[in-house]
Nanobody
Framework: QVTFVESGGGLVQPGGSLRLSCTAS????????MAWYRQSPGNEREWVAS???????NYANSVKGRFTISRDNAKNTVLLQMNSLKPEDTADYYC???????????WGQGTQVTVSS
């Protein structure tokens, strides 16, 4: 079963940018839609964005216009470019299949994003 390793998180000031990367242990070419999720303390994990094999994207309203998701099937990676970051974006970020279309795989360790001055 494919597993995911997320990286690229860190501490950034409000208005700053980060680029998250998700590397899969196996091929993702046959996964129609891949997604990023996030979970902040005391809250449930929420869907953030997803991308199809045809590069069709969807975003949560809270990140629309600020985040960009992309995928590279040849490299088995999914990226999340995050711009104009806000304190409310602070969370652990995870990638996985889009649960609206696929069964979820095992969750990775995630990557922590902290937006603070």
């Amino acid at each position: 079963q494919v597993t995911f390793v997320e990286s690229g998180g860190g501490l950034v000031q409000p208005g700053g940018s980060l680029r998250l990367s998700c590397t899969a242990s196996g091929s993702i070419w046959d996964i129609y839609r891949m997604a990023w999720y996030r979970q902040s303390p005391g809250n449930e994990r929420e869907w953030v964005a997803s991308v199809s094999n045809g590069a069709s994207t969807n975003y949560a309203n809270s990140v629309k216009g600020r985040f960009t998701i992309s995928r590279d099937n040849a490299k088995n990676t999914v990226l999340l470019q995050m711009n104009s970051l806000k304190p409310e974006d602070t969370a652990d970020y995870y990638c996985n299949t889009d649960r609206r279309y696929h069964a979820l795989r095992s969750w990775g360790q995630g990557t922590q994003v902290t937006v603070s001055s």
